[in-house]
């Protein structure tokens, strides 16, 4: 493989202190060396690009893929494809597809099928529950042994406060983390919209934000029950959020996410029923996007995640309550983060941390650092270019964006796979 | 100005000149079914087609009765949500439809939005006859114009809706008529049949019967399912009735003038008392089946003149 030299660029990767304009060498698939000038080794490839930055590629933590069961939705090859194009070179895979990932033979097939993209690691999360159904265990420990990065029952609330507990306490024998969609079930079952005056106005049946609220009470509670790790996904609520800070506060074993958007969507974006928007959680009050921001800001969320959940036309051509929720969010996972550093809510350092070495440290991976010597999996953005996001033109083959329509400042120019260039 | 938008969809949105346009027009039409006659040459060579999701034989039948008044032809077609995936039927039956070249669409369906989906999928002007917890626009009309000849004015009215507000698209196209129209419009149930912030509907909220009623021109009662005794949301009948029923004692805190409405079909002893109901004096809920006639004239007259059409 011929060397790379990315010439002149933005080097960022806050977490190792590297801020710097400079050259950056790949050979071998890793990152051989960088700093202030390099000069210009003789058959190198060269890459400049006027203003543009170059981070760590991406990690995210939570994206469904259609493999195994929902291909009509999205294979693995056009996840991929979608990653690549949205700087995205580490993906953590949800376990609710058909079949479950409940079977250590199938983490083994998942981080396999990754393999064979060329351009995405694929880490597999396992079912907490056999079939994620929410009914007995399944073989954590085997899951771990093959793989399985942390458990899941994906965009399943596990809503037995006894089986939670039990799933904590022995994970925790395995270092492993639970993952918990924080919805309690039977305050949000047949919802479709966050409770309120717009759903009231739009006749629609409502979850209010207190099922979130109690989710993620009730599991800090169980956290500091049995010593176990609990991980909250796509946090949504000013109140979650404070609870989050204050179990982080008293040094219980907490972490969480959110999804861009959570922080860039309120729930008005499903006005005329636009079912694009129905997402799970639902969107909600405009004050609690803004207390997503500030979570973001002051370091109470780890992690931003595209939850993207691929959905084909007819899941989404329905009446909104029997639409499937879901978007998808690999391609715009950068760039809608970055419109928070453009605002002005967060630095650009934070935003790069939060799609890169936070994620990869919460999951254990050895992801989302530059370093030399260590794999060159690189995303090269321009922060001011500008694109629109147009469903039915987004690359894969998912096209269910709640985002259709926006004008976004970033643009993904370049993604690299252990060196090898996979987008741009 | 008269009537703007393409479809009805809703009351929610509207302007008070549209909604006063189709409550005067409605009021010719009233005139002219008491003298017998017709207007058939009207919608003469249009196509009204009544898609029903969900049964409603009295609905149905008021629109077809004034389709046929006006001289369009009309279809009645009845879908079974149950036999197939719903949203397949929805979106497979408006292809067909737009294939049949239809005029007016009437759409009953069970799902809130289902005819503002349909209303992107077809050519025609799209009616909304009903449709989840959403809207029932031509319910609203109808309320409104027995109250208009009753009372001879809407501003200043106080209205009481009573009982299962939360499922209840008939409170919500009413809610947004009358307020709109500038009546003063009170909610009174059950916190548990209760929207979210139904107060941020310009509504105030009770409830008590005897203070949500007092002083009130108008008290209309709502249907309550017997669903929503099964999902717990009230004990038993019985103590609905005796809550929220409207009977003679706890009609009297109204004003001595005051008018019973119900959209129908009624529960007897459940959410109403015959005796109010069958009150030759004070029920007019007779006279909102006549009215509904005249008000679906109306609207099938506005919409299949495609003023929405005209004016981009």
């Known amino acids: 493989m011929r060397d790379v030299l990315f010439s002149f660029v933005r080097l960022l990767d806050p977490v190792s202190g590297l801020d710097l304009h400079g050259d950056l060498l790949l050979r071998d698939g890793r990152i051989a060396d960088f700093g202030p000038s390099l000069g210009r080794p003789d058959d190198a490839a060269v890459v400049a690009e006027q203003g543009g930055v170059l981070c760590p590629g991406l990690v995210d933590m939570r994206a469904a893929l259609g493999e195994p069961g929902y291909e009509y939705r999205e294979t693995i090859a056009s996840a991929a494809e979608a990653a690549a194009a949205g700087g995205i070179t580490t993906l953590a895979a949800l376990p609710d597809t058909l079949p479950a990932i409940d079977d250590p033979a199938l983490v083994r097939l998942l981080r396999a099928r990754g393999d064979e993209t060329g351009s995405l690691t694929i880490l597999p999360y396992g079912a907490v529950t056999v079939g994620c159904r929410g009914e007995e265990l399944a073989e954590l420990g085997l899951l771990a042994e093959a793989g399985a990065i942390a458990f899941t029952d994906g965009s399943r609330a596990l809503g037995s406060a006894r089986l939670m507990r039990l799933a904590l306490s022995y994970a925790k024998g395995f270092g492993a983390r639970i993952v918990q969609h924080p919805e309690e079930p039977s305050l949000a079952d047949g919802g479709a919209a966050t409770e309120g005056e717009l759903a009231t106005r739009l006749g629609l049946p409502g979850i209010p934000a207190a099922a979130e609220v109690i989710l993620v009470a009730r599991d800090i509670q169980l956290a500091a029950l049995t010593g176990g790790a609990v991980h909250f996904a796509h946090v949504s609520t000013a109140e979650a959020l404070q609870l989050i800070r204050q179990a982080k506060a008293d040094g219980i074993n907490v972490t969480c996410d959110t999804a861009p958007p959570y922080f860039d969507l309120n729930e008005t974006a499903i006005g005329d029923f636009r079912t694009y928007a129905k997402l799970s959680p639902p969107l909600r009050k405009d004050a609690d996007r803004l207390a997503v921001v500030a979570a973001l800001a002051d370091g109470t969320i780890d992690a931003i995640a595209s939850d993207h959940q691929p959905r084909d036309a007819d899941d989404k051509r329905q009446p909104f309550a029997q639409a499937t929720p879901g978007g998808t969010g690999l391609a715009t996972l950068l760039s809608i983060t970055l419109a928070q550093v453009h605002s002005g809510a967060i630095s650009l350092g934070q935003a790069i941390e939060l799609l890169t070495a936070r994620p990869a440290r919460l999951l254990g991976v050895e992801a989302g650092r530059i370093g030399k010597g260590l794999p060159a999996d690189l995303c090269l953005f321009h922060p001011e270019r500008i694109w629109q996001v147009e469903a039915g033109r987004l690359p894969g083959k998912a096209q269910n964006t709640p985002f259709d329509g926006r004008a976004l400042e970033g643009v993904v120019l370049g993604t690299w796979k252990a060196g090898r260039r996979v987008f741009g | ?312």
């Open chain 2, 1 to 312: 100005m008269s009537y703007r938008q393409k479809h009805l969809l809703a009351i929610e949105g509207l302007y008070p000149p549209e909604i006063g346009h189709l409550l005067d027009l409605a009021e010719s039409y009233v005139l002219l079914n008491r003298s017998g006659k017709t207007q058939r040459d009207l919608l003469r060579g249009r196509t009204l087609i009544n898609l029903f999701f969900e049964d409603s034989t009295r609905t149905r039948t008021s629109f077809e009765l004034a389709g046929k008044r006006l001289g369009a032809d009309v279809i009645n077609m009845s879908v079974s949500t149950s036999s197939v995936n719903k949203g397949e039927t929805l979106l497979d039956t408006a292809a067909t439809l737009n294939a049949m070249h239809c005029d007016l669409l009437v759409v009953r369906h069970d799902q809130s939005g289902a005819p503002n989906l349909l209303a992107q999928k077809v050519d025609a002007a799209v009616i909304n006859a009903g449709d989840g917890t959403h809207e029932h626009p031509t319910q609203a009309l109808l309320d409104a114009l027995t109250i208009r000849r009753r009372k001879g004015r809407l501003e200043g009215l106080i209205v009481a809706i009573c009982g299962d507000v939360l499922h209840s698209r008939v409170a919500r196209s009413n809610i947004h008529l009358l307020t709109t129209m500038g009546s003063r419009v009170r909610v009174v149930g059950p916190p548990t049949l209760m929207p979210t912030e139904a107060e941020r509907l310009g509504v105030e909220v009770f409830h008590d019967m005897e203070r949500g009623l007092a002083g009130a021109d108008i008290v209309m009662m709502l249907r309550l399912q017997r669903e929503r005794m099964q999902r717990g949301l009230v004990p038993s009948a019985r103590e609905y009735f005796r809550f929220f029923g409207l009977d003679a004692a706890k009609f009297a805190v109204a004003k001595p003038d005051a008018l019973v409405m119900h959209p129908g079909p009624m529960n007897r002893g459940v959410e109403i008392d015959s005796a109010v109901a069958d009150d030759p004096h004070r029920s007019v809920i007779r006279e909102q089946v006549e009215m509904g006639v005249a008000v679906r004239m109306a609207v099938l007259d506005t919409l299949s003149r495609g003023h929405g059409r005209n004016e981009f």
